[in-house]
C-alpha cells in the first residue's frame, strides 16, 4: 500500500527556514517523480514544486522559486522541502505527492496527509 | 486569484446527478488532456478521482465521470450519495512554465 507521510511543519517567523519531509512507502521510490502542494487555510490547492525521479531536475512555482528548493534522498525514500526566507503567504498545509506518468504532466495519485506550516508575522 | 474557475458551490439530492465546471483557457485545459480531479472531505488529503480528463483510478466508483470540450473541463457524479459531500478540485497541465494548475474548488452538498 502507498503511504505518504510528512514532517518538518510548525511555526516559524518571518524571514526563518524551514525543512519539510516525506517518508515514502509501499512503492518503488526511485522511479517516480515526486511533487510538494500547499494549501493555505481555508483556500485552495497551489502546486509548489516537482523533481524527476532521478533527482537530477526540479521545477517551481513562481511565488517560491529562488527561496525553495526540493530534493530527494533514494536510499531513505525520502522527499524534501527546504523552504528559505519565508513569508506570511507562505503559511499552508504542504502535501507531498506521487506522480504517476510522464513527470511533467503526470498524474498525483496519491497525496500524504499534510504538514501545516505557520509563519508569524 | 486561482489559474482555473470553478462555481464556488454546487448541491444535488441524493440519487441525482451534479455536473461541475472548471474553465481555463487554450493554454491549459484546452491545449492537453491532462485534466484531473480531486476529492477532498475536511481535514483530509486531496484524492484523485478523474485522471487524463475521463480515466478513473481503480477503486473510484463509476458515478464519477469527467468531459472536456475546448477550455472547460466537467465533473459529473451520478447517483449521489451522502459521501460525495466534499470540496472537489480541477486540475490541469499548465505547460512548462506552470507545470501544474488548480481551480479554486467547488463545494457539492448533497442536501
Known amino acids: 500500500e502507498v503511504h505518504l507521510v510528512e514532517s518538518g511543519g510548525g511555526l516559524v517567523q518571518r524571514g526563518g527556514s524551514l525543512r519539510l519531509s516525506c517518508t515514502a512507502s509501499?512503492?518503488?521510490?526511485?522511479?517516480?517523480?515526486m511533487s510538494w502542494v500547499r494549501q493555505a487555510p481555508g483556500k485552495g490547492l497551489e502546486w509548489v514544486s516537482l523533481?524527476?525521479?532521478?533527482?537530477?531536475?526540479?521545477y517551481y512555482g513562481d511565488s517560491v522559486k529562488g527561496r525553495f528548493t526540493i530534493s530527494r534522498d533514494q536510499s531513505s525514500k525520502t522527499l524534501f522541502l527546504q523552504m528559505n526566507s519565508l513569508r506570511a503567504d507562505d503559511s499552508a498545509v504542504y502535501y507531498c505527492?506521487?506522480?504517476?506518468?510522464?513527470?511533467?504532466?503526470?498524474?498525483?495519485?496519491?497525496w500524504g496527509q499534510g504538514t501545516l506550516v505557520t509563519v508569524a508575522s | 486569484q486561482s489559474a482555473l474557475t470553478q462555481p464556488p458551490s454546487a448541491s444535488g439530492s441524493p440519487g441525482q446527478s451534479v455536473t461541475i465546471s472548471c474553465t481555463g483557457t487554450?493554454?491549459?485545459?484546452?491545449?492537453?488532456?491532462?485534466v484531473s480531479w480531486y476529492q477532498q472531505h475536511p481535514g483530509r488529503a486531496p484524492r484523485l478521482i478523474i485522471y487524463e480528463v475521463n480515466e478513473r483510478p481503480s477503486g473510484v466508483p463509476d458515478r464519477f465521470s469527467g468531459s472536456k470540450s475546448g477550455n472547460t473541463a466537467s465533473l459529473t457524479v451520478s447517483g449521489l450519495q451522502a459521501e460525495d459531500e466534499a470540496e472537489y478540485y480541477c486540475?490541469?497541465?499548465?505547460?512548462?512554465?506552470?507545470?501544474?494548475?488548480f481551480g479554486g474548488g467547488t463545494k457539492l452538498t448533497v442536501l
Open positions: 486540475s490541469s497541465f499548465g505547460g512548462f512554465n506552470n507545470f501544474k494548475v
Open positions: 523533481i524527476l525521479n532521478s533527482g537530477t531536475v526540479a
Open positions: 487554450r493554454n491549459d485545459i484546452g491545449g492537453y488532456n491532462y
Open positions: 509501499g512503492f518503488t521510490f526511485d522511479i517516480y517523480a
Open positions: 505527492a506521487r506522480v504517476v506518468g510522464m513527470a511533467a504532466v503526470g498524474t498525483y495519485d496519491f
